[in-house]
């Protein structure tokens, strides 16, 4: 019998992936901004697993990451055409069936045909097409990135029905049709809806890894606004009440811990930013903290700590990630063992 599991972030990785920007993104006049910042996340990768990037000119990135501390030596550079660097919602998603890793290709749209996605939406058939990938490859219908679900590895997604039942989306299903296409495509058992929580500046439609992470089976830590004048306070309030109604999957109440908003609001072009703390990454022995240079870093770095005691918390300045509205669980995408490349 097909035994199909989605693994939890937490659990022993072979790699991630990055996609790097170039001059024909929306990065083009931020170039200097961001690869600082990007080239800082895959030394700290490279250092603990392996690490493919997605890139437009391989010499240009062997150069600046030469410069870095990175294991090079762990870091595989493909030149693919693409939109945008959020490999978090154009990469495969990788599940176990019968615990074989199986890459699934479900479809990108642009978040809701909000911007140009037709380039990022090759990049797994692509990958295939040239046998970068060692593991099959499942090519589906579905438009789902890997940013709309949380995952505790033993059959429970974490999701919003902001983003999932978005009319752009996969508009000919309802919400029970989509239950089942997570429950068949992903091994999943039950399905946690948060039908609130906002962060001003999101153009996800409210993607979890923003807002609610698993952090074990049975802990999740959020986000949380303690200002009652706050245009978010009501909605994560809302939110809030949500996840401590929800149960495991042996009935009892989640262990909830809670992450600070940070204190001034970071803009571009005058449009507020979706700075938050909860889009970090787990890799093997680490957790890639991002930071906003706000005097809540510090409180923020020491509750991820007391989450994971037994990883590194390597906080990473992520304003420059920030401007074009994603983080830095939004740039990566992990791969479990069994994967290779």
């Not at 996605?117 to 593991?135: C, H, P």
């Not at 999943?188 to 409210?206: F, K, V």
């Not at 909605?235 to 262990?255: C, D, H, I, V, W």
């Amino acid at each position: 019998m097909q035994k199909l599991r989605l693994p939890a972030e937490w659990e022993e990785q072979f790699g991630v992936q990055l996609t790097w920007p170039h001059e024909n993104t929306e990065w083009k006049n931020d170039l200097a901004l961001v690869e600082p910042c990007l080239a800082q996340i895959a030394q700290e990768i490279s250092l603990r697993q392996k690490l493919l990037i997605i890139c437009a000119d391989q010499n240009h990135l062997k150069k600046l990451l030469s410069q870095s501390k990175a294991k090079l030596e762990n870091i595989k550079l493909i030149e693919l055409a693409s939109n945008d660097i959020w490999a978090r919602d154009h990469s495969a998603i990788t599940v176990y069936e019968n615990e074989k890793p199986l890459l699934l290709d479900f479809g990108f749209n642009g978040w809701g045909l909000k911007y140009k996605a037709n380039l990022d939406n090759q990049i797994n058939r692509q990958l295939q097409k040239n046998k970068v990938w060692q593991n099959e490859l499942k090519t589906l219908g579905f438009i789902l990135e890997g940013g709309s679900i949380e995952s505790d590895g033993e059959g429970t997604i974490l999701t919003t029905s902001q983003c999932l039942l978005s009319p752009n989306r996969n508009p000919h299903l309802n919400k029970n049709q989509i239950e089942e296409t997570l429950k068949t495509a992903l091994g999943a058992e039950r399905i946690l809806w948060l039908n609130h929580g906002y962060i001003a500046g999101d153009d996800t439609d409210c993607h979890i890894d923003t807002l609610a992470r698993f952090c074990n089976k049975n802990t999740i830590c959020y986000i949380t606004c303690q200002d009652p004048e706050d245009e978010h306070y009501e909605e994560l309030k809302l939110m809030e009440s949500e996840l401590q109604a929800f149960k495991t999957a042996n009935g009892e109440p989640y262990n909830l811990i809670a992450l600070p908003f940070i204190s001034k609001p970071i803009f571009a072009d005058n449009l507020k930013l979706p700075a938050t703390y909860a889009n970090f990454l787990i890799i093997n022995q680490a957790v890639l903290m991002p930071l906003y240079n706000d005097e809540q870093d510090l409180k923020a770095i020491k509750i991820m700590q007391k989450i994971f005691p037994e990883r590194e918390i390597i906080g990473i300045d992520c304003t420059s990630l920030i401007l074009q509205r994603g983080s830095l669980h939004c740039a990566t995408m992990q791969f479990p063992k069994g994967i290779s490349w």
